[in-house]
């Protein structure tokens, strides 16, 4: 299977880019920030002078490679400053993905999350032809798991994960959407030229 092409996706409030190194200063902004660092895996704290830059170069290689790097960042319209990201990690059959994300603390709470999860979801089902879209949340972050369940995501088990940032290890939940669950007319996203 060829690797995606990535695409800009467009939902009611929100523009969808993939990730370049033109957002990592706006990326590097919010990731310094703890209460976004505790719920990932992989976001050190302190966040390193860099980090974003460093984080946006391995993406582009992947992307050229087409080894991943399917990593959007998030802006609100009109704005184009980047407010989160959002991905799909391939698994090695390119059947099945993984999303992740993170936003900045000043847009929780206000459906972004979700929003974006919607607009992801569809172009990971139209456009890659996915089977499988998984995501995991820490039990702790109840409002992540509330987003999935929002976006359609159904709860299929728990486990720990070890999360190597903070040398512990947590709990999380584990949610699954099939494609045949899944419902275009929720997930709202539109293609745009760019």
Known sequence: MKPPVMTALKTGRLNL?????????????????????RYTAGIPH?????????FA???????????????????RRPDTA?????DLNLAIDARSAEMGYALSPEVWGQGIACE??????????ESVELDVIEARALVVNRASCRVLQKAGFRRVGHGSLYMPERRKTGLFEEYRLLRRE????????KKTDG
Not at 57 to 75: H, K, P, Y
Not at 82 to 86: D, E
Not at 118 to 124: E, F, L, S
């Open 116 to 125: 974006a999860a919607k607009a992801v979801m569809a172009w990971g089902f």
């Open 46 to 54: 302190p966040y390193p002078p860099g980090g974003a830059l460093a």
């Open 82 to 86: 980047v407010v989160g990201m959002i």
């Open 57 to 75: 170069r391995d993406v582009d290689f992947a992307r050229r490679n087409g080894s991943g790097g399917l990593v959007f960042a998030i802006s």
């Open 182 to 189: 899944w419902r275009p007319a929720r997930c709202g996203a």
């Open 17 to 37: 880019v993939p990730f370049t190194q033109a957002h990592a200063a706006d990326v590097q902004r919010y990731s310094g920030y703890w209460e976004v660092a």
